[in-house]
């Protein structure tokens, strides 16, 4: 037996060289993958699954377009995982953050063949992602004092989000409905609070934002279709019948009559019950399991309105904006604490009733009703809406902002660029790589909008080498332009989070000398 031979039969390893090129070429792969998909003129995918009923995804968002492919390289998993991170983290950037670390990976690689060790790679890049950093924290701007001026910070780092999505065409609509919902949560960065309703039908122009909750349900029969001044009690109970509760428990009768007692007597625990239910002097009462017809028809005589079957996060959120807690017992009204709104009424949106509680307690929650020629358009629409309400009660938080459009990669690139001629040694070499690498990224938006990219960004280094410049690369008119004047801003908390992740996560990969995949288990015959 050689003595090579450690691992299984089917077991592979990639060594030194081949592992780098494996995992350089992985990366870069996955990096041209969504590199289209970048700026306000990015492609979008099909994506499809080999699942039943072969489901289709049209998207933008790099994370959902990642999260949906079965990847077998492992330097891409890596990849994958940061544009999950960041989407967690602050919801948008999820492209541009693989795109540069697959670039920071070409340029690894050009240097990798030159004989640089990687480990100076990975200490140069170190240094110039701190360097790209301080550049970048001096040239933020903080409105926070002025509201005024702030709102409208937001409103234009929303339209930038969704610059590059589907909701485009009717931005400053959607961006101001951003703005409003994330002003309502008052600094908290709990998304939950605001509610996302699909309707197929109508045209995205459509969509609206309700300051009441709206709860998809529909009213039961014979019940007040509107309630002012509702007072509102949250339940997770059961309302069937009670049978008997012990289990393996028989009741053996002699005659009928005694069937009929032991039904009289389940119907009078449910007619307790509800009385204990209507002691609390409530006069809507949500339930998230069922209702049935007799415990119903007793509420519709109280003139309660009764709903049964509200799914559990319509349960949670509407305890959460009414003010009330959800109860599961019912014998000490006091203890409980009610929910309140001024009225609740039936509307219709499209083809469906749905349930709209109006002048709820906390003013944090509110509805957003997204209209849309289908699904696919719906779900897209959703995704989007939902990058840029993360942004966004990010920057309520941190309100720092830069400029967009290309801006803060050339402003990173010229400080870097300077770090590296100041730098003795081969990190130097390594230094400018990751120039080239920011670069990359205002390259990339330019492509994407069939632009010339290299007289593009020829044009903006120049002038970045003034002091205090604030050009970018204007995709709309298809030339170099003032970010300011454009009102093109980003987040500076997502900007930071793509430099960071991007720069460990290319410096992980680079670490890596060598790859081994273990042997498939061998599925025994039965037979």
């Known amino acids: 037996m050689p003595i090579d031979k450690i691992f299984k039969d089917d077991a592979s390893e990639e060594k030194g060289e081949r592992a780098r090129m494996a995992s350089c070429i992985g990366a870069m792969a996955i990096g041209d993958l969504v590199k289209t998909t970048l700026g306000p003129k990015g492609m979008d995918k099909i994506l499809q699954s080999t699942g039943r009923g072969h489901a289709v995804t049209v998207t933008n968002d790099g994370a959902t377009i990642l999260k949906s492919l079965h990847i077998d390289n492992p330097a891409a998993k890596v990849l994958v995982d940061i544009s999950k991170v960041q989407d967690d983290e602050v919801g948008d950037g999820t492209t541009s953050v693989v795109v540069l670390a697959s670039e920071l990976l070409r340029e690894a690689e050009k240097l990798l063949a030159s004989k640089i060790h990687p480990m100076t790679i990975i200490a140069g890049y170190r240094m110039a992602a701190e360097c790209a950093r301080d550049a970048i924290l001096k040239r933020v701007i903080d409105n926070k004092e002025d509201p005024e001026k702030f709102k409208s910070d937001l409103t234009k780092i929303a339209m930038t989000t969704l610059c590059s999505k589907i909701l485009s065409q009717d931005k400053e609509h959607f961006a101001e409905m951003a703005v409003d919902a994330v002003f309502r949560l008052k600094g908290s960065t709990n998304l939950e609070a605001i509610q996302i309703i699909k309707k197929p039908g109508g045209s995205l122009r459509d969509s609206f ?61 449910m007619k307790d019950k509800v009385k204990k239910i209507l002691a609390h002097g409530i006069n809507c009462f949500v339930n998230r399991q069922l209702i049935y017809n007799f415990p119903e028809e007793l509420f519709a005589d109280a003139g309660v309105l009764a709903i049964e079957h509200a799914d559990f996060e319509g349960i949670e959120r509407l305890g959460l904006v009414t003010g009330g807690e959800i109860a599961s017992t019912f014998d000490n009204p006091e203890s409980v604490k009610l929910g309140h709104c001024k009225l609740i009424e039936e509307i219709m949106i499209g083809e469906d009733k749905l349930i709209h509680f109006s002048g709820v307690e906390m003013g944090q929650a509110c509805s957003i009703v997204l209209r849309g020629a289908s699904h696919h358009v719906l779900d897209e629409a959703e995704r989007s809406l939902h990058d840029a309400l993360c942004v966004l009660s990010q920057t309520v938080n941190d309100s720092r902002v830069l400029l967009g459009g290309g801006w803060p990669e050339m402003v990173m690139a010229k400080e870097v660029d300077e770090l590296a001629r100041k730098t003795a040694g081969k990190k130097s070499h390594a230094i400018e790589a990751f120039s080239r690498a920011l670069v990359a990224i205002p390259t990339t938006i330019a492509d994407n909008a069939g632009l010339d990219s290299a007289e593009l960004v020829a044009q903006l280094r120049a002038e970045h080498h003034s002091e205090g410049c604030n050009s970018g690369i204007d995709v709309i008119t298809g030339a170099v332009g003032s970010m300011e004047e454009r009102g093109i801003y980003e987040a500076f908390k997502v900007k930071q989070a793509v430099l960071l992740s991007a720069t460990e996560a290319a410096e992980m990969i680079l670490r890596v000398d060598e790859i081994i995949t273990c042997a498939p288990r061998r599925r025994e015959d039965r037979m």
């Open 209 to 269: 934002l309700d300051e009441g909750f709206i709860l998809d349900k529909k009213i039961g029969i014979g019940q007040p279709k509107r309630i002012e001044n509702a007072k509102i009690l949250v339940a997770n109970t059961a309302m069937d019948t009670d049978k008997v509760k012990i289990y393996g428990a028989r009741v053996r009768v002699d005659s009928m009559t005694k069937v009929a007692e032991i039904e009289g007597a389940e119907k009078e625990k």
